[in-house]
């Protein structure tokens, strides 16, 4: 096997996003302030923090801008939240934040689904958006970039056209998000391929849901594409309210492990994660899908019962 290059892995955490729009209660704004607090302390680069969408669309993120006037910012975490339109933006720019994550499917029909409009409208929107943030940077999410829950196979060219098209209105970094987790590894790796190939000045995150159990291997493979940031969800949960089958996105404190165990470095507290994962669960009332929490680094050992030492003869 190939040694593994010591790179820098950008992790940046969409949970209290993506996560806690579609959990199964609303979770106080008290805690959610408390968590994005100690989460901005664990040496994430990006902490999408909401977003300013309908609060009939998404009624659990209703509190936005409550929350954003109350967490303490840490240096060198870039605050981010998800806007859909021009309204997104007006509410963004009355809050102290570093980036809007415009958002937008290639397929047609989730857009419909999602944020009521084509894509052609949502372009618009971005458009006028990046024409009026002021200081703020502008990210742009393309999801169902790598399969659609409505139409199925999304076309790696689509993605390239949307890209460019982005690119064009002015973004200043772009997502790719495989909304429903229907990407497999060599998928991964030839469409982000492709668009770090066409777009090189422009930096990539990979957005990713592990509906199918492949979220970490797509990482991986994501980063052998030449990807270098990573969306992660603290504990592992998310999913698009509007796209049906949608489950959580990568955990966070997962994907953390599988990066430092394998060589590559996020300068990130997994001790950390996990415990404010620990304190999410307390929070919802379904067990979150994270793996590491429970069963420890790949380091952790366990002792032998005495019954076995006697049994194999070892000292007690
Ligand atoms: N923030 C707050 N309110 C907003 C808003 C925003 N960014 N955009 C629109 N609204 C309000 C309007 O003021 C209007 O309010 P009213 O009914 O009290 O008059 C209402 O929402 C409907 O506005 P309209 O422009 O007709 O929107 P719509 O019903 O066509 O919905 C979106 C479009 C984009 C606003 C809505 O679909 C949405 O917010 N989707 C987000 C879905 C999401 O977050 N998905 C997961 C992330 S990918
Ligand atoms: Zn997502």
């Known amino acids: 096997m190939n040694d593994v290059p010591n790179e820098v892995i950008r992790i940046q955490e969409v949970g209290m996003r993506d996560g806690l729009q579609s959990a199964g209660q609303f979770v106080e704004t008290a805690d959610k302030i408390r968590l994005l607090n100690q989460l901005s302390q664990t040496g994430l680069s990006k902490i999408e923090v909401t977003s300013f969408v309908s609060p009939k669309a998404v009624p659990l993120l209703a ?34 934040l570093d980036e809007v994550n ?30 009026n943030r002021g200081s703020l940077k502008v990210n742009g999410t393309l999801a169902t970039a790598f399969g659609c829950p409505f139409v199925g196979k999304v076309e790696p060219s689509s993605v390239l056209d949307w890209a460019k098209r982005y690119v064009d209105v002015g973004i200043d970094s772009l997502t790719l998000a495989d909304t429903v987790g229907t990407a497999t590894p060599h ?16 930096e990539v995150t990979l957005h990713l849901h592990n509906t199918r159990g492949l ?4 990482a991986l493979a994501g980063i052998d594409a030449g990807v270098r940031h990573l969306d992660a969800s603290i504990g592992g949960i998310g999913g698009c309210p509007y796209a049906p089958g949608a489950t959580g996105n990568v955990c966070t404190e997962d994907l953390v492990h599988a990066l430092i165990f394998d060589g590559y470095s996020c300068d990130v507290d997994l001790d950390a994660l996990v415990n404010i994962a620990g304190q999410l669960e307390d929070l919802l009332s ?31």
């Open 215 to 218: 979220g970490i291997a797509n």
């Open 63 to 96: 509190d936005a801008e409550n929350v954003l006037n109350a967490i303490e910012r840490a240096s060198g975490v870039t605050y981010s939240a998800l806007i859909p339109n021009i309204r997104g933006l007006e509410r963004a720019l009355a809050v102290d």
């Open 102 to 131: 415009v958002v937008m499917s290639v397929s047609n029909a989730h857009n419909m689904a999602n944020l009521r409009m084509t894509c052609e409208d949502s372009l618009n929107q971005f458009r006028e958006i990046c024409a």
């Open 187 to 202: 998928q991964i790796f030839d469409v982000c391929k492709q668009v770090l190939d066409a777009f090189p000045r422009t």
């Open 286 to 316: 379904d067990p979150l899908p994270g793996l590491v929490r429970h069963a420890g680094s790949k380091l952790t050992t366990h002792p032998m019962s005495d019954d076995l030492r006697c049994r194999l003869g070892l000292p007690a």
